[in-house]
């Protein structure tokens, strides 16, 4: 197609063909399973090897299509090289905004594959996004739902109930920690049902870690309450690592616990094979006669299959029906369009509602027409407790007994109550009856929130705050109404329940005294699986604690998101003293960082939000808002054929050279017809278009060697790798409308003609008047392209230090023109002062966002190296354990000793070691101000740290040992441009660690 050659770029293409091969052609695969270890990190080796798109894809399609329990290794595997790809991707402003921009278009791309065309528009926006300004990112995060988030990272985030597929959810748990940090989310509470198992939890807590969630477990169990159960959440405290996993769950109390859950999760998967009976020998039938579809047997096995390591429930019974349903659904609506083409009104009207009906038989309505306990009395309902007391003995304990049992389990645990299906009566004597173990409310849970439950649920917060306030007036008038409305009720039931209160109500200081000490909490959950369209998604959010540009969207959209609950949040802000050394070493930043005035210029500033609680908000609409929507309900089934038009690229996909091209030629018709059209000097007339070009491309220059050394690359990346060409075109494009700005609008037509000002008048004036012009000019397409605020500002004072610039060059080409033997000079220097303001403006420029860039690059080098150093000093720190008995500093100081001693070890740390060394090598070689920032590095490590990093690199004198590893796999089948790389460079490299080791040896620790 013609559109075609318009659009996306041939990167695009590539990155389609080989992730085709990846997902369609099953390639051998372990040729990128390589690239998912730790040790390899984005900016070192392996980008030899494999393009990052590439990288990322595949991380993902691994994480995504791995759901096997001994799998859960692979998938951390591949979260950890997702975290580390997406955000040393993200090189320009909001680093993580961008890192979750690039995950999300990832997973659409990998989901996407039997749509090329989506594919191809998404593999554009991918790379787009890598590199993109803060606009497109921002786009991008309103196309996908996403809030932006601070960059600090620093917002009030969280989700108190979500479930993976352990449990009843869609989603692993490496899966779930994933979508939650893409959606901004920083706390949240996996809850599973009567058990869980060690595996899952390290997974759960090893994934969070890798993304810095803080993450919780919860095990919902059942008490018996009256003729009832209530839900009650146990959520043990202290889990982090896998000490504390292995410790925890080898407690006797623990094993006989999870046992016991295990024994009421046996039970209730009898429940769900009866139920699948039930819908074979009755409700199949029931479907046949109301939708005329015929749906063949369902095997509990093969429910069982697609459950996998989750526990078995009818959500995951009527999922199961719903897929194998949806075909059938299909051919039926094929037959009723047929029906519906030659029939008359009345039949097409029936046929109508057939359609509707059946198109909202999804999930949901099969589940709750079918699968639920009242739909099959003749199957004993597993939620409602045996009158002859029969069933697992887990199920048989009150809630004062269960509560007690849980909290000799674990002390410290949180003890949540449900208080669906509760009453506030209900609620008081649970909460006297357990004497205070009782922590929390689950005050909402959004899958079933309506406004019935807002308005229930507000008694229930009086209830919390009375007792956290110790308000005896508050409590006791809420006791006496609820005795009152039993009273008033007149049943049998209604009347026991008030001579339990009345016994509450004579000993109601027993119930503040409970709660005196540790108050009484709210939790808020969305109950998210990844399966249900009729809830809210995962995720909860502080509206003040977000970016002001969040707070706004959130104000214009509907109140669907809106959640009626608000939460008390303050602020705090920490100043904390630079680490450089010298500063560090005197008094002087511990000083200044006392001194209100000057403290936030010399010392970092950490915002952190905190949260006194959480209540109903009377308003209905509090300050906590829903970070999930919902999706649209039904089958998508409809009489009507779409008209999909052919797909048409838009805008955003035009090729990147053409894209580029054609800014510098729109940018180049307003600077050339300005100059020809007013000058009658034929150099400036033909050819001040040209200069005028030519001085932004002369700040370009500047700027890349100043910030990155681009005048000096590796003969293995091309000399453009090191030039933003996109950055070029937009500032071409905009210079060229500068040009009847400056020249003849501002100096010409403003200036001279109506105020007389010239370089001979006033030239201080002019060039002052013409700066400040030009600095409101670049300040506003700044603000239009999206840049940050901070740098529309910069540019604007960056116009203001060109002034005295340009009357230096000024004067400097007046001095010229003098000893030339002009006669004119004034005349000259008015042709050219625009372009003489030009060029002071861009060498200012230069230079400002030359060093701006360097230290952009200076910290992505920091990034780089601290992940590579922390990675050595772990290893070593593993070795040092391992053989406690030998000097492993002088062992890797001889590389043929370290690796015949790693030969008979389990694991082999021989490849981590090489890998870090070829990392480190990579990075110096290849990445702008990796030298300034490795000798920053080696100058912030005392000497032990030193010496270690110092042995770790010998390992690369081993050529052989390398090759095999190359060759082995190291990173993957496209190894040989690596392999020459390293053969290459690795001595020079090595000579020159040696000549800082000793200078830096030298100096003293501090």
Known sequence: MLTDLFHYDKNDYKLLEILDDLLTRE???????????????????????????????????????????????????????????????????????????????????????????????????????????????????????????????????????????????????????????????????????????????????????????????????????????????????????????????????????????????????????????????????????????????????????TIGTGQPSIFHLGNHIHEIALPLFADRVIELKAEYANADYDTRASIAMHLESLDSLDADTIIARYLVPEENPEISDPDTPSADGSGPKLLQLSPAELTTRLRRVSYTSQLTLILSELDLSDAIELLYDCKGRISHFEVFNTKSLTEFIVRHRKPFSLLQRSLNEQNAVTLKRTIRQCIEQLQEENSTKSKEKAERLLAILSDFSALLDYYKRSPLRAKIGSGSTGRSTRSHGMGFAVIDTLPLRSQQEIRNRTTSNCIPVSGIATQSIEFIPPRNKIIRSGGIAKALCHMPGLRSLMCKTKHSWHIAGYHVDDAGCGNVVSLGGMNQEGNGLSLYDDEKSPHRPSTGTLNTVLKNAAKIVIGFIPAFLTFSLTKDWWILAYLGGVIWFSITGLRNVIQSILGGGGLRRSPYLTWNDYIDWERISDSLLYT???????????????????????????????????????????????????????????????????????????????????????????????????????????????????????????????????????????????????????????????????????????????????????????????????????????????????????????????????????????????????????????????????????????????
């Open 27 to 305: 390639v051998d695969r372990s040729n990128f399973k390589t690239l998912l270890e730790p040790y390899l990190k984005p900016h070192g080796i392996k980008e030899l090897a494999a393009e990052r798109g590439l990288r990322i894809a595949y991380a993902i399609m691994h994480l995504l299509q791995s759901l096997k329990s001994d799998q859960a290794s692979d998938r951390t595997k591949a979260l950890i090289a997702l975290r580390d790809e997406t955000m040393s991707a993200a090189g320009g402003g909001m680093r993580n905004n961008r890192a979750r921009v690039l995950l999300q278009i990832g997973k659409e791309l990998i989901r996407a594959r039997r749509d090329k065309d989506k594919q191809l528009a998404l593999a554009h926006e991918f790379r787009k996004a890598a590199i993109g300004k803060t606009r497109f990112i921002r786009q991008q995060l309103k196309k996908y739902h996403l809030l932006e988030m601070p960059e600090e990272w620093n917002q009030v985030t969280f989700d108190d109930r979500v479930h993976d597929a352990n449990s009843k959810g869609r989603k692993s748990a490496t899966h779930l920690i994933m979508d939650a940090w893409i959606k901004g989310i920083r706390r949240l509470t996996v809850v599973y049902y009567d058990f869980m198992e060690p595996s899952v939890a390290r997974e759960l807590f090893a994934s969070a870690q890798i993304l810095g969630i803080t993450v919780s477990v919860g095990i919902e169990y059942k008490a018996r309450f009256g003729d009832r159960f209530v839900k009650i959440v146990w959520g043990p405290e202290g889990l982090q690592d896998n000490a504390d996993i292995e410790g925890f769950f080898k407690r006797e109390s623990v094993l006989e616990l999870m046992q016991q859950g295990r024994e009421v999760q046996a039970y209730r998967t009898w429940y769900v094979q009866s139920a699948t009976e039930a819908f074979n020998d009755v409700h199949r039938k029931s479907i046949r006669q109301e939708f005329g579809i015929n749906l063949p047997r369902i095997e509990y096995k093969d429910v069982a299959k």
């Open 736 to 1006: 060229g409308f500068s040009v009847p700005l400056l020249d003849w609008l501002c100096k010409t037509v403003v200036l001279d003609q109506s105020f007389g000002i010239t370089t001979m008048t006033s030239p201080l004036l002019l060039y002052s008047i013409m700066a400040i012009t030009n600095g409101v000019y670049i300040s506003s397409h700044n603000i239009i392209r999206g840049l940050p605020r901070k740098a529309a500002i910069g540019n604007f004072f960056r116009s203001v230090l060109s002034i005295p610039v340009a009357m230096l060059f000024n004067w400097g080409v007046g001095l010229i023109l003098i000893a030339s033997g002009n006669t004119d000079t004034a005349a000259v220097l008015q042709l050219w002062a625009a372009v003489i303001s030009k060029l002071a403006s861009d060498c200012v420029a230069g230079v400002i966002e030359g060093l701006a860039d360097r230290g952009r690059n200076i910290a992505m080098r920091h990034w780089d190296y601290s992940e590579k150093i922390k990675q050595i000093i772990e290893i070593f720190s593993r070795l040092e354990i391992e053989f406690p008995t030998r000097d492993m500093l002088k062992t890797l100081n001889s590389p043929d000793d370290f690796i015949e001693l790693s030969k008979n070890t389990t694991p082999n740390h021989v490849p981590e070691v090489i890998a870090n060394a070829l990392d480190l090598l990579y990075i110096r070689t290849y990445k702008p101000r990796a030298r300034e920032a490795l000798r920053q590095a080696l100058e912030s490590m005392n000497r032990d740290e030193l010496e270690v990093f110092m042995a770790s690199q010998q390992i690369l004198s081993q050529e052989k040992t390398i090759a095999r590893l190359f060759v082995d796999g190291l990173v993957g089948r496209n190894f040989p441009k690596a392999l020459a790389f390293y053969l290459l460079r690795y001595p020079d490299y090595l000579h020159e660690l040696d000549s800082l080791a000793t200078h830096y040896r030298r100096q003293p620790d501090i």
